[in-house]
């Protein structure tokens, strides 16, 4: 499956940004999809994934690190070809590089676990810079 991931820029902290990750030809029926982010200098963290898989009818399954919690929340479209992370209360510390990644089956909290060298789909990063 090909990403792209989009939505970065210039937010003032306590604002608002909303990242898109695309499937390219396919939809993520069965991948978990989420988003890693790298500050300089900083080794690329998980930030919060989403799968169908592990989920129930009504909700996917999610993950969220720790220091998004309350703040950032994962989606995706109907169609399950777009993931969303809505991005809200920025800090400055959440200024880094997002990068969208994709696993065949599996639940989210196995997408937060993975080492991320063996991930197996990323797209492009997208920027986000938080100004104080």
């Known amino acids: 499956v090909q990403l792209q991931a989009s939505g970065g820029g210039l937010v003032q902290a306590g604002g608002s940004l909303r990242l898109s990750c695309a499937a390219s030809g396919r939809t993520y029926s069965d991948y978990a999809v989420g988003w890693f982010r790298q500050a300089p200098g900083k080794e690329r963290e998980f930030v919060a994934a989403?799968?169908?898989?592990?989920?129930?009818?009504?909700?996917?399954?999610?993950a969220y690190v720790d220091s998004v919690k309350g703040r950032f929340t994962i989606s995706r479209n109907n169609n399950k070809d777009t993931v969303f992370l809505q991005m809200n209360s920025l800090k400055r510390e959440d200024s880094a590089v997002y990068f969208c990644a994709a696993e065949r089956w599996s639940t989210a909290r196995e997408l937060a676990r993975l080492v991320i060298g063996d991930i197996d789909y990323w797209g492009q990063g997208t920027l986000v810079t938080v100004s104080s």
């Open positions: 989403i799968s169908e898989i592990g989920g129930t009818t009504a909700n996917a399954d999610t």
